[in-house]
């Protein structure tokens, strides 16, 4: 009776092994062109886009005005704690005062990015922590980077806006390449019978002299004698 209870213990023991063994392996991802596993994942796009039209973002237009106050908005952090700084949204757009700093978040990126903003009208003022403001104050263009980081975007006109878009920059598409040309052996038949032989002594390119006649001169054309010459040569 002991060695019954031994044996049926060391057979759950064996099959938990197994079984935990088993739902550990199915735990792991593992790739079906290569068999092997793998925790990496794959990089994504940092491309996101605020809609800061009220109309079209419920959200936003629950938000209501912010003014002598900070807020986060859909990952934005809105500071409007500055003397005149105010984020309002209105019917079809957002009115920011000068003195109004949104904070943007920039996750790593590999290749230039882009912080775009979509006026409603107007034009704008800004100013940028990190990056290039282009002259129509409308876009910063930042650098790649490693990790990630929070531009912040200081308003010093009022503006308004229908969006904000950050985009990550595509490198322009490689030149399909050089094409390969490959050597390639080309034998010429300059034989007295080869095909490739040119035209030989005078005759026409499209006869071909036979042996017998190579090293010969060509025969000079026959005169005609007056009779009375040829009758002088007889006698």
Do not use: C
């Amino acid at each position: 009776m002991k060695n019954t209870i031994i044996r049926a213990a060391g057979v759950l023991l064996a099959a938990s092994m197994i079984f935990g063994g088993a739902a550990a392996t199915a735990s792991e991802a593992t790739s079906p062109s290569t068999g092997t596993t793998s925790s990496t994942q794959a990089a994504e796009s940092i491309n996101r886009e605020w809609v800061l039209n009220p109309a079209n973002n419920t959200e936003l237009a629950a938000l209501g005005t912010i003014q002598g106050g900070s807020q986060t908005f859909d990952g934005l952090t809105i500071d409007a704690t500055a003397n005149g700084a105010k984020f309002a949204p209105r019917a079809n757009d957002t009115q920011i005062n000068a003195g109004t700093i949104i904070s943007i978040p920039v996750p790593a990126h590999t290749n230039t990015a882009t912080i775009t903003l979509a006026l409603s009208g107007g034009t704008t003022t800004i100013t940028a922590d990190a990056g290039e403001v282009s002259s129509d104050n409308t876009v910063i263009a930042l650098p790649a980077a490693e990790s990630a980081r929070t531009v912040n975007v200081t308003f010093t006109a009022q503006t308004y806006l229908n969006g904000i878009a950050l985009a990550e920059q595509q490198p322009e598409p490689e030149f399909p390449g050089t094409p390969t040309v490959a050597a390639k052996d080309t034998n010429w038949d300059f034989t007295e019978t080869g095909i490739d032989r040119p035209a030989v002594q005078g005759l026409p390119t499209t006869t071909k002299a036979s042996p017998s006649t190579l090293g010969r001169k060509a025969p000079s054309s026959t005169r005609v004698l007056p009779r009375q010459a040829a009758a002088a040569i007889l006698r």
